[in-house]
């Protein structure tokens, strides 16, 4: 049975740890704003039927323009964000249709995830109920006491960097992110609560570079990697 899955874009952050004047993810590569590179994936994937996109109040009406300009292919609903990312994506699930019964959350500053690392987490998804995109830890990993100094060595081989999309069944992410609002907990991705109310996330290993861009060096790959595309 065919499954609905909505696609909600966390891209209302500052980013100021590259340096630039606007936030990362309106920064142009040939003419085009990151964000929309990330928009483009996400419209090539059949499964998903419609994007909600969250950005910064103030630049609604550019978001706006370039995603009229641009002529995606699936129905994009632009939203304002909120003062933190876990607020912002509470809010983009209240807009994801009824119909749906899979939520897929991105970060806008994420261009570089691949098509086909993205069909395997939807497919983990709908086996699991919830997935991640990952990749297992290259480097070797220390645990540090209090004062600086290694404590203990971790066995990288049970270790994964996560990345998004993640992607979870709708009725259960909703649950996860309205119960973390009223105990006030807060996390730094949407893994994390749904293992706060005991969720199993089967990890999907990427296979592709899916790099979020966060420094000026980032941004020098970006134009790199995706002038050539």
Sequence with gaps: MKKNVSAVVAASGVGSRTGLNIPKQFYEVEG???????LRTLCSIKQINEIIVAVPEN?????????KKLDFSKPIKIV???????KTVLKCLSEVEKSADFVLIHDGARPFADKDDILNCIADAQKYGAAALGSKSADTLKMSDADGFISETIDRSKVYRIFTPQIFKKDLIVAAHKNALEKGIFATDDCALAENEGVRV???????????????????YAEAVLKWE
């Design 32 to 38: 085009v704003p990151i964000l929309a590179y990330t």
């Design 59 to 67: 630049y609604l009406l550019y978001t706006s323009d370039f995603v």
């Design 80 to 86: 304002s964000g909120c003062e933190t990312r876990q």
């Design 202 to 220: 089967k990890i999907t290993e990427c296979m592709k570079n899916n790099l979020k861009i966060t420094t000026s060096d980032d941004i020098l």
